[in-house]
């Protein structure tokens, strides 16, 4: 049963850092960029907030996810806000690519930035609730904690495959590739992209307190 709970986590892993959006946006440039190490810390700072969140649900520690889904508008604001400073900030950058000897060390900035990218989306801790609940009879039962973290160390391992994945695919396919013009027109999509994600979470909690007045 232990087996079936980490192969099920590394599926749940898998499945929540694959669709595209801004850690996985960030990742891809920071590899393009500066290497494989640079995407990874990118994925791994997504991996340990994840981690928190996926811990939180597996465990029933309800009074985080009831403080989350409290205080869910402040959250929202905050990570669009952050969102939309990151993406301002990669539009108006002039990214060079640095050669292989200065992309060998782990990228703390990327890693930083990504982690509060995932500690401010509500939705992460509701997420892994509401996928760990339709496991139903395939999920660890409340008392036993030792199932749980393994479930968790499943999700955990699952999002580190995918993140060292897409660092790895870019790195070497795409970034002996690239031109420095190239990488700038990727640094301005990647900026609008990640803009346009801030904004949409800026106008979503703009929408939910309106409709609460």
Same mark, same amino acid.
């Given at each position: 049963?232990?087996?079936?709970?980490? /192969?099920?986590?590394? =599926?749940?892993? +898998?499945?929540?850092?694959?669709? %595209?959006?801004?850690?996985?946006?960030?990742?891809?440039?920071?590899?393009?960029?500066?290497?494989? +190490?640079?995407? /990874?810390?990118?994925?791994?700072?997504? %991996?340990?907030?994840?981690?928190?969140?996926?811990? =939180? &649900?597996?465990? #029933?520690?309800?009074?985080?996810?009831?403080?989350?889904?409290?205080?869910?508008? +402040?959250?929202?604001?905050?990570?669009?806000?952050?969102?939309?400073?990151?993406?301002?900030?990669?539009?108006? &950058?002039?990214?060079?690519?640095?050669?292989?000897? #200065?992309?060998?060390?782990?990228?703390?900035?990327?890693?930083?930035?990504?982690?509060?990218?995932?500690?401010?989306?509500?939705?992460?801790?509701? #997420?892994?609730?509401?996928?760990?609940?339709?496991? #139903?009879?395939?999920?660890?039962?409340?008392?036993?904690?030792?199932?749980? /973290?393994? +479930?968790?160390?499943? %999700?955990?391992?699952?999002? /580190?495959?995918?993140?060292?994945?897409?660092? &790895?695919? %870019?790195?070497?396919?795409?970034?002996?590739?690239?031109?420095?013009?190239?990488?700038?027109?990727?640094?301005?999509?990647?900026?609008?992209?990640?803009?346009?994600?801030?904004?949409?979470?800026?106008?979503?909690? =703009?929408?939910?307190?309106?409709?609460?007045?």
């Amino acid at each position: 049963m232990d087996a079936f709970y980490y /192969l099920t986590g590394i =599926a749940i892993g +898998l499945a929540t850092s694959a669709p %595209v959006g801004p850690v996985n946006i960030m990742a891809i440039k920071r590899a393009l960029q500066r290497g494989f +190490l640079a995407g /990874l810390s990118a994925g791994l700072g997504a %991996v340990v907030a994840d981690s928190f969140f996926a811990l =939180a &649900a597996a465990l #029933g520690v309800t009074a985080i996810s009831q403080f989350i889904d409290e205080h869910r508008d +402040l959250i929202q604001f905050m990570g669009g806000t952050l969102l939309c400073i990151y993406g301002l900030h990669t539009l108006r &950058a002039k990214p060079k690519l640095q050669s292989s000897e #200065g992309s060998s060390a782990p990228d703390v900035k990327g890693f930083a930035t990504s982690f509060f990218m995932t500690l401010t989306n509500p939705g992460a801790v509701l #997420g892994f609730i509401a996928i760990f609940g339709s496991l #139903g009879a395939g999920a660890p039962k409340h008392s036993n904690y030792v199932g749980a /973290l393994i +479930l968790v160390a499943g %999700v955990i391992t699952g999002a /580190l495959l995918w993140w060292a994945f897409i660092s &790895a695919a %870019v790195a070497t396919f795409l970034r002996n590739r690239a031109s420095q013009n190239w990488l700038i027109w990727v640094n301005r999509v990647a900026g609008v992209l990640l803009v346009g994600f801030g904004v949409l979470l800026l106008a979503r909690t =703009a929408l939910t307190i309106l409709t609460q007045i």
